[in-house]
Protein backbone atom coordinates (compact mmCIF):
# COMPACT_ATOMS: atom_id res chain seq x y z
CA UNK A 1 0.00 0.00 0.00
CA UNK A 2 2.68 2.25 0.48
CA UNK A 3 4.20 1.55 -2.71
CA UNK A 4 0.93 2.35 -4.45
CA UNK A 5 1.09 5.66 -2.63
CA UNK A 6 4.71 6.41 -3.61
CA UNK A 7 4.06 6.04 -6.82
CA UNK A 8 0.54 7.86 -6.72
CA UNK A 9 1.98 10.87 -5.61
CA UNK A 10 3.81 12.05 -8.32
CA UNK A 11 1.10 11.22 -10.61
CA UNK A 12 -1.16 13.48 -8.92
CA UNK A 13 0.99 16.33 -8.71
CA UNK A 14 1.86 16.08 -13.26
CA UNK A 15 -1.93 16.27 -13.28
CA UNK A 16 -2.15 18.88 -11.01
CA UNK A 17 0.50 21.13 -12.80
CA UNK A 18 -1.60 20.24 -15.97
CA UNK A 19 -4.69 21.68 -14.36
CA UNK A 20 -3.26 24.76 -13.45
CA UNK A 21 -1.56 25.50 -17.05
CA UNK A 22 -4.53 26.42 -19.64
CA UNK A 23 -4.04 24.61 -22.85
CA UNK A 24 -2.94 26.19 -25.84
CA UNK A 25 -0.92 28.96 -22.72
CA UNK A 26 1.13 31.46 -24.62
CA UNK A 27 5.01 31.11 -23.80
CA UNK A 28 7.06 34.34 -23.52
CA UNK A 29 9.19 35.80 -25.58
CA UNK A 30 12.38 37.52 -24.34
CA UNK A 31 13.69 40.90 -25.37
CA UNK A 32 17.87 39.94 -25.56
CA UNK A 33 19.06 43.12 -24.81
CA UNK A 34 16.90 44.38 -22.47
CA UNK A 35 15.41 40.71 -20.80
CA UNK A 36 12.18 42.11 -21.17
CA UNK A 37 9.85 39.13 -21.71
CA UNK A 38 6.65 39.86 -23.79
CA UNK A 39 3.55 37.05 -24.20
CA UNK A 40 3.03 35.21 -27.53
CA UNK A 41 -0.26 36.14 -27.97
CA UNK A 42 -2.83 39.16 -26.40
CA UNK A 43 -6.37 37.83 -27.00
CA UNK A 44 -6.57 36.91 -30.96
CA UNK A 45 -3.00 39.14 -31.35
CA UNK A 46 -0.06 37.36 -32.37
CA UNK A 47 3.02 38.47 -31.27
CA UNK A 48 5.12 39.45 -34.66
CA UNK A 49 8.56 40.53 -33.21
CA UNK A 50 10.14 42.28 -30.05
CA UNK A 51 12.77 44.82 -29.88
CA UNK A 52 14.94 47.66 -28.08
CA UNK A 53 15.24 51.49 -28.81
CA UNK A 54 18.72 52.66 -27.82
CA UNK A 55 19.52 56.29 -28.43
CA UNK A 56 22.91 57.42 -27.95
CA UNK A 57 24.22 54.16 -26.45
CA UNK A 58 21.36 54.42 -23.57
CA UNK A 59 18.25 51.49 -23.67
CA UNK A 60 15.30 53.82 -23.98
CA UNK A 61 12.08 51.12 -24.26
CA UNK A 62 11.61 47.19 -25.39
CA UNK A 63 8.70 46.79 -27.66
CA UNK A 64 6.94 44.13 -28.83
CA UNK A 65 4.53 44.64 -32.26
CA UNK A 66 1.01 42.62 -32.20
CA UNK A 67 -1.64 42.22 -34.81
CA UNK A 68 -4.75 39.99 -35.01
CA UNK A 69 -3.96 36.79 -36.11
CA UNK A 70 -6.32 35.83 -38.89
CA UNK A 71 -4.44 39.31 -40.88
CA UNK A 72 -1.13 38.66 -39.65
CA UNK A 73 -1.25 34.84 -41.33
CA UNK A 74 -1.62 36.41 -44.65
CA UNK A 75 1.52 38.26 -44.57
CA UNK A 76 4.63 37.46 -45.66
CA UNK A 77 8.21 37.77 -44.01
CA UNK A 78 9.16 41.62 -43.94
CA UNK A 79 5.59 42.66 -44.97
CA UNK A 80 5.81 45.77 -43.73
CA UNK A 81 3.31 47.84 -45.33
CA UNK A 82 1.14 45.10 -45.32
CA UNK A 83 1.33 45.27 -41.17
CA UNK A 84 1.30 49.13 -41.33
CA UNK A 85 -1.69 48.39 -44.46
CA UNK A 86 -3.56 46.02 -43.30
CA UNK A 87 -6.99 46.98 -41.42
CA UNK A 88 -6.73 44.31 -38.88
CA UNK A 89 -6.32 45.30 -35.25
CA UNK A 90 -2.55 45.80 -33.86
CA UNK A 91 -0.88 46.83 -30.81
CA UNK A 92 2.56 48.25 -30.31
CA UNK A 93 3.49 47.91 -26.14
CA UNK A 94 6.55 49.83 -25.03
CA UNK A 95 7.97 49.07 -21.93
CA UNK A 96 10.44 51.98 -20.59
CA UNK A 97 13.64 51.32 -19.31
CA UNK A 98 14.75 54.17 -18.36
CA UNK A 99 12.85 57.30 -16.92
CA UNK A 100 11.76 60.03 -19.38
CA UNK A 101 9.88 63.19 -18.74
CA UNK A 102 7.23 63.72 -21.12
CA UNK A 103 8.49 66.72 -23.04
CA UNK A 104 11.56 64.39 -24.08
CA UNK A 105 8.87 61.59 -25.53
CA UNK A 106 6.28 63.86 -27.32
CA UNK A 107 9.50 65.65 -28.79
CA UNK A 108 10.20 62.34 -29.71
CA UNK A 109 6.86 61.88 -31.46
CA UNK A 110 6.84 65.38 -32.97
CA UNK A 111 10.38 64.70 -34.69
CA UNK A 112 9.12 61.26 -36.20
CA UNK A 113 5.16 62.34 -36.73
CA UNK A 114 4.73 66.68 -37.18
CA UNK A 115 5.92 66.85 -40.86
CA UNK A 116 3.30 64.32 -41.82
CA UNK A 117 0.24 64.62 -39.25
CA UNK A 118 1.45 68.01 -37.30
CA UNK A 119 -1.67 69.70 -38.69
CA UNK A 120 -4.59 67.15 -37.45
CA UNK A 121 -6.62 67.94 -33.86
CA UNK A 122 -5.95 64.34 -33.27
CA UNK A 123 -2.31 64.15 -33.34
CA UNK A 124 -2.03 67.42 -30.80
CA UNK A 125 -4.65 65.12 -28.78
CA UNK A 126 -2.54 62.28 -28.37
CA UNK A 127 0.26 64.26 -27.57
CA UNK A 128 -1.51 65.88 -24.91
CA UNK A 129 -1.62 62.14 -23.27
CA UNK A 130 1.80 62.34 -22.35
CA UNK A 131 2.40 64.68 -19.24
CA UNK A 132 4.74 65.11 -16.48
CA UNK A 133 7.19 62.50 -15.92
CA UNK A 134 7.34 58.67 -17.08
CA UNK A 135 8.99 56.44 -14.29
CA UNK A 136 11.13 53.41 -15.65
CA UNK A 137 8.81 50.60 -15.90
CA UNK A 138 5.88 52.33 -17.59
CA UNK A 139 4.00 50.66 -19.86
CA UNK A 140 2.46 52.20 -23.00
CA UNK A 141 -0.18 50.32 -25.12
CA UNK A 142 -0.99 51.89 -28.32
CA UNK A 143 -3.39 50.05 -30.00
CA UNK A 144 -4.79 50.55 -33.77
CA UNK A 145 -7.68 49.04 -35.49
CA UNK A 146 -8.73 50.56 -38.97
CA UNK A 147 -8.73 54.52 -38.54
CA UNK A 148 -8.69 53.94 -34.58
CA UNK A 149 -6.00 54.71 -31.97
CA UNK A 150 -6.44 53.49 -28.15
CA UNK A 151 -3.99 54.76 -25.92
CA UNK A 152 -3.28 53.20 -22.22
CA UNK A 153 -0.23 54.74 -20.35
CA UNK A 154 0.52 52.54 -17.30
CA UNK A 155 -3.22 51.11 -17.47
CA UNK A 156 -5.17 54.25 -17.48
CA UNK A 157 -7.00 54.31 -21.01
CA UNK A 158 -7.20 57.91 -22.49
CA UNK A 159 -9.97 58.80 -25.10
CA UNK A 160 -9.87 57.13 -28.40
CA UNK A 161 -8.63 58.82 -31.51
CA UNK A 162 -10.02 58.49 -34.74
CA UNK A 163 -8.04 59.15 -38.03
CA UNK A 164 -6.38 56.94 -40.45
CA UNK A 165 -3.62 58.83 -41.35
CA UNK A 166 -2.73 59.61 -38.02
CA UNK A 167 -2.47 55.41 -37.22
CA UNK A 168 -0.66 54.90 -40.34
CA UNK A 169 1.78 57.40 -39.89
CA UNK A 170 2.01 55.79 -36.26
CA UNK A 171 3.27 52.33 -37.42
CA UNK A 172 5.47 53.94 -39.79
CA UNK A 173 7.82 55.61 -37.34
CA UNK A 174 8.98 52.03 -36.68
CA UNK A 175 7.96 50.12 -39.55
CA UNK A 176 8.00 52.63 -42.57
CA UNK A 177 10.50 53.69 -45.11
CA UNK A 178 12.58 55.99 -42.87
CA UNK A 179 12.05 54.02 -39.16
CA UNK A 180 13.45 55.65 -35.72
CA UNK A 181 15.62 52.32 -35.88
CA UNK A 182 16.56 49.56 -39.13
CA UNK A 183 17.41 46.92 -36.72
CA UNK A 184 14.37 47.98 -34.17
CA UNK A 185 12.36 48.09 -37.55
CA UNK A 186 13.62 44.17 -38.70
CA UNK A 187 13.16 42.45 -35.23
CA UNK A 188 9.26 43.59 -34.74
CA UNK A 189 8.01 42.03 -37.75
CA UNK A 190 10.82 38.54 -37.16
CA UNK A 191 7.77 35.83 -36.54
CA UNK A 192 6.10 36.84 -39.53
CA UNK A 193 5.77 33.83 -42.16
CA UNK A 194 6.45 31.51 -39.09
CA UNK A 195 3.02 32.08 -36.87
Do not use: C
Request: glycine residues 12%.
Amino acid sequence: MHTTKRHFLPLLMTLSVGLLTPAGASANVREPSSGEAFTEARGDQALLGVGIRKRWGFKVYAMGLYAERSGATRLGPGDYRGVVGGGFRKTVEIRLLRTLSADKLRSAFEDALGSRVGGLAEYHQFLSYFSGELEKGTVITLQTSGPQLDVSISGQRKPALRNAKLTGALLDVWLGPAPVDNDLKETLVSRLGKL
